[in-house]
């Protein structure tokens, strides 16, 4: 399939603001049609997100107050990716840091774009099992619970809008398909 006419140019960047977590910028791009246009976004470093499931069926997710909505979100376990890491190890670290578990066996289901409309960022997805306990090493000024929940309840969170973050509804979607057989991960040690 040839894309030619829909793919922007970019011309030229300006830096907009660079803090600790965002780096917006501006892009001046040509257009299919040769005309310009700008483009304001967010870059960022990608993060992944992780799907730990208990011997027991249940899937370790955690509560946590979200400042930019205002509210306590039910998620799954997730954080951005530090500069050099490889996207398992960073799976593995936001995994112990937020919950305390550590899996023995993991799969890589794919990514996701989220915000496509204002970012360059990916999710990369990860299921963990053959899940041990320990504490968690939360980040300072972190602070979330960490909560269990058959995948019926986590299902029913998502449908009834208790879960609405989009990244977790991903996750639960990516869940009910691995549950139903419909779709297959490669476990791997």
Known sequence: MDDKHLIEEQVSREEVYKGRLLHAVKDTVRLPDGKLATREYVLHPGAVLVVPLLPDGRIVLERQYRYPVRQVMIEVPAGKIDPGEDLLSCAKRE????????????AYAGKIAHCIGYSDEYIHIFFARGLTAGAAQLDEGEFLDTILATPEEFLAWCRDGKVNDSKTLVAALWLQNILSGAWKLDWRA
Request: charged share 25%; net charge negative; aromatic share 16%.
């Open 95 to 106: 995994l112990l840091e937020e919950t305390g578990y550590s899996g023995a066996e993991w």
